[in-house]
């Protein structure tokens, strides 16, 4: 199993929470449901669930219907995965604004967290 952790900035900001909790009951429940597996499964997740996006930057998916879900995330040692931040895709290119906010907070977490 691996430890799920939703990164928080340093003035408690938790992005990912607040991606979360803004989607409809049963997308939050299915988005949930992906994270369970990436718990359960760790860097051993593959497509169509999980791919990697560069730069140590993952993306867990989730589909409703003909609504997709990003949420993005990182391995720290110790069999950790830390979810930063979701976008609900809307073209087939995964914007590069959201995938640059998930590298800037992995970068604070590393900084803050990983010595």
Do not use: H, W
Not at 26 to 53: C, Q, W, Y
Not at 91 to 112: F, G, I, N
């Amino acid at each position: 199993m691996y430890c799920i952790e939703f990164y928080d900035s340093e003035n408690g900001f938790c992005p990912v929470q607040e991606f979360i909790d803004s989607l409809d009951s049963k997308m939050k429940a299915k988005v949930l449901r992906t994270i369970d597996l990436l718990e359960a499964n760790g860097p051993m997740l593959r497509e169509p669930f999980s791919s990697p996006m560069g730069d140590g930057i993952f993306e867990l998916r989730t589909i409703l219907g003909s609504n997709i879900t990003r949420v993005f995330y990182f391995f720290v040692i110790g069999k950790k995965a830390v979810l930063t931040n979701g976008i609900i895709k809307k073209s087939q290119k995964t914007p590069r604004v959201a995938l640059e906010l998930a590298r800037k907070y992995k970068a604070d977490y590393e900084r803050r967290y990983v010595k």
